[in-house]
């Protein structure tokens, strides 16, 4: 039976593996993520998830310990978030290299110095080209739906790729909100028992995992993962479908979630949990009788670029909101992806939150006012302050 | 063709025989071995091989590191330097 529990987001996150129930788990704390491993941590000890919890000293350490359980075949998650995901690095390409389904919850939190456990996506986007596939979830109740469709992704055969599930630090870790969990039983029987071809240990069968890959065949395992990103795209839409039918949620197709973009000329492009503001925002101009159209990208790796072109065809302005910044380029990362593919329209960039920076009702506004009246290619820093 | 995540399938793939990088070689007394396992267990590249009831080194692959050596509770294993 599903019950509706008032819960925050790192603790969606930890119910979702639980329920997928996973067979090993390796995280080290860092604010805002710590509160998942710590859930996790008491249901492992409670016996609420048999699972091996792996403590380690770094989250170097606890990607690693992850990459060594998942090339067993064991279904593995983790959890990090800012500083932590930064130490995870070198790693990250080696699960995706190794093609192992490692789920992870990435917490956004914005990277030091100064020093700021607060909001922004700088730490993920940082990640970009790891080969991890990343979904940006709006709410709670998004967090561990993704979680559990993140494994379903990950293991699917034709992908074979760790996912990582980001929330906004704070904004959703830390706040609770009413959050449906599934019956135990209907999403192992969604999600299914991993048995891996291409990792495993069994003497009987002995393989070699992670040999060294000399030139000439790094550029085809390279390709290889490419190919997978391609294959992501339909399976993480299949997968949307296929959980919508069973739990009766969906989100857009997967890829992107469109918002009053029909009627709009203008159309700001987002992702996380400020899409509800937008939202908010754009209902309230409706009254007004003025359009304004959301278009949230969801999966920001595989970047769905024929669906984003697509729900775009009819937008004239279109304001691209960026939690990050490419210093030296005064751009963020979700605008030069696309903009290169926007070429005939007219696109804006707005750097907005960092640092945990608010962004209000007013501040979507102003970039609404902005981009119908800004150049293409203008940048404009959102509630800078007069230094 | 590249496998999914470059694993190889065969076991024993190895065609370059890395005994050739061997500085000492260790040499086994089968007459003071007492078959206790100890540098079977602790060999790091496999090399300590069992046939007809006695332990041997397999000196295509042994790189010299000399831990039998160090290991062996009768020593039964002593070293040499390779000469070339």
Not at chain 1, 92 to 103: E, H, K, T
Not at chain 1, 190 to 198: D, M
Request: aromatic share 8%.
């Amino acid at each position: 039976m599903s019950k509706v529990k008032i819960i925050t987001g790192t603790s969606a996150a930890a119910e979702a593996a639980r329920l997928c129930d996973v067979d090993v788990i390796s995280a080290y704390p860092i604010t805002p993520q710590t509160t998942c491993v710590e859930k996790l941590a008491e249901f492992v000890a409670n016996g609420e998830l048999d699972a091996e919890f792996i403590k380690v000293e770094s989250e170097h350490s606890a990607i690693s310990a992850c990459i060594g359980a998942s090339a067993t075949g064991a279904r593995t998650f983790t959890a990090t978030s800012s500083q932590g995901l930064a130490l995870m690095h070198e790693v990250l390409f080696i699960a995706s290299g190794m093609r192992l389904p490692i789920v992870m919850m990435n917490a956004n939190r914005a990277l030091s110095a100064p020093i700021n456990i607060w909001n922004d996506q700088q730490d993920s986007i940082s990640q970009r080209d790891t080969g991890w596939i990343q979904i940006y979830a709006a709410d709670n109740q998004e967090t561990l739906d993704s979680i559990i469709q993140a494994f379903k992704i990950a293991e699917n055969e034709k992908v074979l790729l760790p996912v990582m599930v980001n929330l906004d630090g704070f904004i959703l870790t830390h706040t609770v909100e009413p959050v449906e969990l599934p019956d135990e039983e209907e999403v192992r029987d969604f999600v299914g028992i991993y048995e891996p071809k291409h990792a495993y240990l069994d003497p009987d069968r002995p393989i070699t995992q992670g040999p060294v890959g000399v030139p000439s065949c790094y550029m085809e395992s390279k390709y290889n993962v490419q190919n997978a990103m391609n294959n992501a795209e339909k399976v993480i839409m299949d997968v949307n479908e296929e959980f919508a039918k069973k739990f009766g949620r969906k989100y857009g197709n997967g890829l992107i979630e469109t918002y009053n973009i029909e009627n709009a000329e203008t159309v700001l492009v987002a992702m996380g949990s400020v899409c509800g503001t937008i939202k908010e925002v754009i209902d309230d101009l409706k009254q007004e009788g003025k359009e304004y159209g959301l278009l949230r990208i969801r999966t920001y790796r595989p970047l769905p670029i024929n669906h984003i072109r697509e729900a775009l065809k009819n937008a004239k302005n279109i304001a691209i909101l960026d939690k990050d910044i490419t210093f030296g380029m005064n751009k963020g990362a979700v605008y030069t992806d696309l903009a290169g593919f926007l070429k005939d329209k007219k696109t804006t960039n707005y750097i907005v939150g960092l640092g945990g920076r608010d962004i209000r009702q007013d501040d979507i506004k102003e970039i609404m006012k902005h981009a119908e009246k800004a150049e293409d290619g203008e940048t404009k820093w959102m509630g800078l302050k007069e230094q | 063709m590249v496998t999914v995540g470059t694993i190889i399938y065969e076991p024993g793939n190895s065609t370059n025989k890395t005994g050739s990088w061997r500085v000492f070689k260790p040499i086994m007394d089968k007459d003071k071995c007492v078959m206790c396992e100890n540098c079977f267990i602790f060999c790091p590249e496999g090399c300590i091989k069992e046939k007809d009831g006695k332990f041997e080194i397999d000196y295509d692959y042994c790189k010299g590191c000399l831990i039998c050596v160090n290991e062996c509770p009768v020593k039964a294993i002593s070293s040499i330097r390779e000469e070339k």
